[in-house]
T-cell receptor, first 115, second 114 residues
Framework: AQTVTQSQPEMSVQEAETVTLSCTYD???????LFWYKQPPSRQMILVIR??????QNATENRFSVNFQKAAKSFSLKISDSQLGDAAMYFC????????????FGQGTRLTINP | EAQVTQNPRYLITVTGKKLTVTCSQN?????MSWYRQDPGLGLRQIYY???????DKGDVPEGYKVSRKEKRNFPLILESPSPNQTSLYFC?????????????FGSGTRLTVV
């Protein structure tokens, strides 16, 4: 069974600085998808960024980028120029490609932005 | 607007009183799922459906039922709720062709069972 681990329950960063959230996963599949979701206090689950495992290039979305290390099964999220609106719970998630009817989530990391 | 609509947003009930949480999506998605979110555990899948009349258990199905009679609706039924089902529940949907884009989530239902 696939598992996802986020080892940092809480992180904090000064506004305008850079922070990296860690995620590791375990799978025997060679192709799969990885995602980072943001959950602000509104509870809404918002897709931040996604990575397809067969693509070697790291995904980027504006201030958000990932460091995807397939061999190490690591998928960290870097947030540059942190803003107050980035404060949220962040979840790393994994999905198979074949029979992709389930997301496997990590435990979550609560990110605090200090003004 | 493309969305997943869950109701109610908050629900407090007593042990043993049957309840239904509704979920509806307007994107013609084949895949729908229910998750529960608990502190320190992330989100865990309860049940999923790959299409109308096709449902299967996820990782934590005990105490829950689902049905998929129409493509857009996927209600979650707790026939005899217990306090350990107090949690935050999410419905999510995805297109079978576009699972690489992730799932669209509803806004969540905070359930308290006393």
């Amino acid at each position: 069974a696939q598992t996802v681990t986020q080892s940092q329950p809480e992180m904090s960063v000064q506004e305008a600085e850079t922070v990296t959230l860690s995620c590791t996963y375990d799978t025997s599949e060679s192709d799969y998808y990885l995602f980072w979701y943001k959950q602000p206090p509104s509870r809404q689950m918002i897709l931040v960024i996604r990575q397809e495992a067969y693509k070697q290039q790291n995904a980027t979305e504006n201030r958000f980028s990932v460091n995807f290390q397939k061999a190490a099964k690591s998928f960290s999220l870097k947030i540059s120029d942190s803003q107050l609106g980035d404060a949220a719970m962040y979840f790393c998630a994994y999905s198979r490609i074949q029979g992709a009817q389930k997301l496997v989530f990590g435990q979550g990391t609560r990110l605090t932005i200090n003004p | 607007e493309a969305q997943v609509t869950q109701n109610p947003r908050y629900l407090i009930t007593v042990t043993g009183k049957k309840l239904t949480v509704t979920c509806s999506q307007n994107m013609n998605h084949e895949y729908m799922s229910w998750y529960r979110q608990d502190p320190g555990l992330g989100l865990r899948q309860i049940y999923y459906s790959m299409n109308v009349e096709v449902t299967d258990k996820g990782d934590v199905p005990e105490g829950y039922k689902v049905s998929r009679k129409e493509k857009r609706n996927f209600p979650l039924i707790l026939e005899s709720p217990s306090p350990n089902q107090t949690s935050l529940y999410f419905c999510a949907s995805s297109s079978r062709q576009e699972t690489n884009y992730g799932y669209t989530f509803g806004s969540g239902t905070r359930l308290t069972v006393v």
